[in-house]
């Protein structure tokens, strides 16, 4: 059975709640595209609290490991 047009051409996404610990009632759900990079979702979660690209952010996961660090590129 084929699928719809518009089913078959759907891109992976990928929804996310952004919250700030220790700001009270800031919470923001945002919807990207999965092949978005890092730097991609940097700029979403940045763009969705309504500050400018100016801000420093950097992603790390439970080990300490640094996004920054990788040799994949």
Known sequence: MNK????????PTLRLRVTMPGVR??????????????AGLAKAIIGSVGWFFDHAYGFY?????????????
């Open 4 to 11: 719809p047009a518009s089913i078959a051409k759907t891109k």
């Open 25 to 38: 009632g800031l919470s923001r759900d945002i919807e990207i595209p999965a092949s978005h990079s890092l």
């Open 61 to 73: 996961d439970a080990l300490g490991y640094h996004g920054h660090d990788s040799t994949v590129r």
